[in-house]
Structure formats: structure tokens, C-alpha cells
């Protein structure tokens, strides 16, 4: 099952009426989430590689980017006393992370298959945030 | 994009040789990242329910189960230098929690939809992590 | 043994040179921390008190302010290919969380002890992102 | 402020009577804290070391025991509606955890000021799981 289906699923199960677009909402979640288990998996493999010792800024972006994702992703599913200043100020942050890891990932794609796969997935979730920032104001 | 997609993408794209049958670890990383989605969201929710003072064990579990599936996805997502104890272990883990949080969320599945979705996303993840005991062995 | 004495040796325990001051990256990192734990069980015990349905936005609060902290206290725990612009982005999410968490926390502190508590832990850790991102420009 | 302090603080604000002994449960978030925040730092530090490739292993570990450690301590800081056998599964699992953690930095502690550091903090850590799961029982 998608995860997209889920959390669209679930904000519309919640009592309260949305306060934002519950499309765009649900993109974010879910590529935080897939954005998460990608840059998880980069710096694993980054870390594997035989040419480990080039990819320090790599593996430490990706690491940071896991993290900030997975923060974003759980305030955004939350909509119980939604806040617009919290959400704006979160969503800003991974929308930064995501452009950064994206560009160091970007420079490792020709040579390393999961740094390919890991921009391409950081850009999608910039955009997510980007759409997120667009419907808060 | 589907998150399963991606994840055993980036679990082939790891340069040393899998430890686990990577379908069943995708699934299981999968079945994380929607598990503590939808755990994360079926909190939020039942917070906002009016008998919330009778939806407390409910959100505690969830809570509960949401850390916890995301610190098993995580080190479940990670193939350098694999330790089969310590992947064992979470793995029960998680499976507990899953099943705990499940058998609550089945309690208000009748009147809360997003307990009745969550459930089931429970019992899904419950199912990986017992497929992944069952090939960690 | 207290943390800040644990995470400033660690900070100058590692291999390279220091892009922050370390004092004031640790004090952060600390206040991260502790404010990850009070946000948490402020959010919990909210949940046990008989006036639940007046809690909902402190619970919902803390939470995302948990989850924020955590994110930030490990982003700035890296000291590996320091970047300052996702630093500084970090930082200030958090700086924000704590200030609105602080805020709705210090309603209730009049008469519940784990609100009042948390408002004061959040305001330390307001002031050690914004001590932070002073020192990052 | 020592976390320890605050942790214990937050625990005896909670309004409902404790299930597990307050001071057990307090040392080990507290210790769940403090690792998190050394295994993220050793982590990082041994990713900045010339000799990368070797510490592969203490990489990998030193990321699981952090996401394991703060799953746990947030699991041990709610006191609502507590849950004995989740409660064991987690904190069987994070002594797991900081056990083969300890033992991988405990290696590298000779040549490596960050490893013996994490070393000894994993070794605490595990202690205060092993209080916990008497207390549990």
C-alpha cells in the first residue's frame, strides 16, 4: 500500500476541518517520510563505499536531512491546534536541508547509484515543502 | 512515487552484499515509515475527538509506537556492517508495540475511522517485523 | 553525571577544528535535550490531567517541539563538513518552536507544575538557539 | 541545569501515581538522553577520523543506539496508561543496543578519545536499562 493513500487517508479521518490544503499536506508527509528513509540509506551506503573518505560531506548532510525530515513530517501530520508560525518556520528548514543535500548527493550521482536516487528524492521533497510554504501564507 | 519503490531501490543501490532478503527488509522499512504516519496522525486525531479523556491509552500507544517505528525503519535501513543481535532485537520490539498499539486502536475502530486505518497499518507492520525475525534467523 | 559536561568533552574530542564556539554549540545541544524530555512528558502528563480537552494545543505543542529539539540537538552535535546556512535554518525553527511552546505552556503554569517547568526549559532553550545563531553570522 | 533534575522533576509533576519506581526511571532517560547525544557525537567524530574505513562498524552502531536510545527514553518519560510489556520489549532492546555499542567503541578507546568517552557512556546506559527491567518485573 502507498503511503501517499495513508496519510491522505488519516488527515481526512481527523474531527477538525483542514486549515491547509490536505493534497499538498499529504505530498509533504509522505516525501518527508521517503526523503528520510533515502538519506537514512545514502549515508549507510556512502558510508560502505570505498571512497568513503570523499563522501564525509555527504553522509553528514544526509544524516542531518533524515533528521529534519522526519521532525517536519510529524508536525505537518499533526493538524489538532494547528499554528501557521511553527509550521512556516519547520517547513523553511527542510526545504533549505533538502537543497543542500540535493547538490552534495547531485555531485555523487554519476558514480554512486544511491546518491543519483537520494537527489533526485531530496528535490522532490523540497518541492513538497515549497508547495507547503506556498499554501501556509 | 511509492515509498516500497524507493526503499528497495536504495537497498540494491548499497555496495555490499544483502545480510537479509532485501524484499522482506523493504517491506519492513516500508511498513515503518507508514506505521509511524499513521500513528503519529491517529494520535493527533483522537486528541482532537471529544471523548478524549476515554482515547488516552489510545494516544499514549501511539505515540509509543510511532518512536519506535521509526528507530527500528531506521536501523533496519541500515546494511554496513550488520549485527543480527541487535536487528533481532528491535525487530521484537517493534513487534510488541505494533501489536499493542493495533489491539487498542481495533477498540475505537467502530467509532473513529482514523483507529480503524491505524489499526490495520499496526497489524501490516506487525506482520513485517515477524517476516524479518523469521529471516534474520 | 550531567550532560553538558558529556557533550561539550565529545565536541572537543573530535578531529578537526571548531566552526562554532563550543561552549555555546554545547549549552544548545544540552538545552536541546532537556527540552526534548520536558516537551515530552509535559505533553504526557497534559494528557493525564482531568482538563485533557483544555490542553490540547500545549499537548500538540509540546509534541512538535519535542520533535524539533531532537532534530536540532543532533544537527548541531555534527561538527563533520559543518554547513552554516542549514545550521542557521535549524536553529531558528527551533528557536521558534520553543518560543510558541513556551508561550501556551506558561498559561497553564499556574496550576499544573509540569507546564510551568516546561515553560521555563523552553525559554533557556529559545535562548540557546538564539546564542547559536549569534554566533553563526 | 542537569537534565537528571529535570527528567525527575517533570516525572513527579505528572498527575496520576508512578507504576515504576521514579528515580530508576529518571537515571534511565536521563542516560537515554546523554547516549543519544554521545553516540550521535562519536559517530560524527569517527567519520572525521583519517582512519574512516576502520571505523565503520562504530559508524553504524553508534547511529542505531542513538535512534534506539531516544525511542526508549521518550517510551519511559510517559506515564499515562503504562504499559509493562512494551515498556520491557523497548528497554530489552536498547541495553541490546548499548551493549554491542560499548564493546565496538570500547575497541577503538585506545586511539580514540570520542570511543572511550561513548564506551563508558553506553556502559551506564545499559545499566540503567538493566535497573528499569528489574523495576519492570
Known amino acids: 500500500m502507498a503511503t501517499a493513500t495513508l496519510s491522505k487517508e ?6 477538525w476541518p483542514a486549515q491547509i490544503d490536505r493534497d499538498v499536506l499529504a505530498r509533504c508527509i509522505d516525501e518527508c517520510s521517503a526523503c528520510e528513509t533515502s538519506c537514512t540509506a545514502c549515508a549507510d551506503a556512502s558510508l560502505a563505499e570505498e571512497d568513503v573518505a570523499d563522501m564525509r560531506r555527504c553522509i553528514r548532510l544526509c544524516l542531518d ?40 548527493c547531485g555531485r555523487h550521482a554519476h558514480h554512486h547509484e544511491h546518491c543519483r536516487i537520494c537527489a533526485e528524492e531530496c528535490r522532490r521533497c523540497e518541492d513538497a515543502c515549497s508547495a507547503v510554504l506556498g499554501a501556509i501564507s
Chains 1, 2, 3, 4 share one sequence.
Do not use: I, N
Not at 499533526?78 to 543542500?100: G, H, I, M, P
Open 10 to 15: 488519516m488527515l481526512e479521518a481527523h474531527p
Open 65 to 104: 536531512c533524515a533528521d529534519v525530515c522526519e521532525a517536519t513530517g510529524r508536525l505537518l501530520t499533526r493538524q489538532t491546534e494547528y499554528v501557521a508560525a511553527t509550521a512556516r518556520a519547520q517547513a523553511s528548514s527542510c526545504r533549505e536541508l533538502c537543497a543542500a543535500c540535493a547538490e552534495e
